[in-house]
């Protein structure tokens, strides 16, 4: 098993483009959350899904839009890319609900905006 | 409002013993997690408290108090590979969501 895979590893961008970063996970988790860690904070929920063709948004989903049209799969779209998303963002999934389940992580994507 | 505060840095000798707290407040609680993040990785689980109490897994130990909002990790015998972040996280406004400490580094020294 792969786990929960992330690409890109690192990207840049300019100010104002747009990108998706794309997440997979091959566990049959109903439960996907994606999320952003700053320097020195915590990390912060941006969307999650608890299943195919169900999301909702998390602390900080402004700038950000998601999708779930599969288990597997649960893409994240950064539209007019902006300095403030400059950050790490993971990917990760459960088999139960976020906060009595074991979450399983992607290895993150790497963002700079500049 | 809901918080959870750990410290910022902590540093250790080889084959000491550490004890890494985690204070929360939250609006729900489902339980504490403990994950460990090694630099320029993602997290991964190292434990899950409902009940009150000290669950011991190998080296690494973790308690939690619910009527005192407190949790600690414990860690035994440190090694150098111990060296990394340990974020703590509890339920946050609803069951799906958690809310994460910003972590503890620690370092280890020989």
């Known amino acids: 098993n792969a786990g929960v895979t992330q690409t890109p590893k690192f990207r840049i961008l300019k100010i104002g483009q747009s990108m998706t970063l794309q997440c997979t996970q091959d566990m049959n988790h109903n439960y996907m959350y994606w999320y952003r860690q700053d320097p020195g904070m915590g990390l912060k929920l941006i969307y999650y899904?608890?299943?195919?063709?169900?999301?909702d948004k998390g602390e900080v989903p402004n700038g950000y839009n998601v999708s779930r049209s599969t288990t597997e799969d649960f893409p994240l779209r950064l539209e007019l890319a902006a300095p403030s998303q400059t950050s790490v963002y993971f990917c990760?999934?459960?088999?139960?609900?976020?906060?009595?389940?074991?979450?399983?992580f992607g290895p993150g994507t790497r963002l700079t905006v500049t | 409002g809901q918080n959870i505060d750990q410290p910022t840095e902590m540093t250790a000798t080889e084959g000491a013993i550490v004890q890494i707290n985690c204070t929360y407040q939250t609006s729900g609680f489902n339980g504490l997690f403990w994950y460990q993040q090694h630099a320029g990785e993602a997290p991964t689980f190292l434990s899950y408290n409902v009940l009150d109490g000290l669950e011991e897994k190998g080296r690494f130990s973790s308690f939690l108090s619910r009527s005192k909002g407190y949790s600690y990790l414990l860690l035994k015998e440190l090694q150098m590979k111990d060296s990394a972040s340990y974020l703590c996280a509890s339920e946050g406004d609803s069951n799906y969501q958690l809310i994460w400490g910003a972590g503890t580094k620690l370092i280890i020294k020989p």
């Open positions: 990760a999934s459960s088999y139960s609900a976020g906060s009595s389940g074991e979450q399983y």
């Open positions: 899904s608890v299943g195919a063709g169900i999301t």
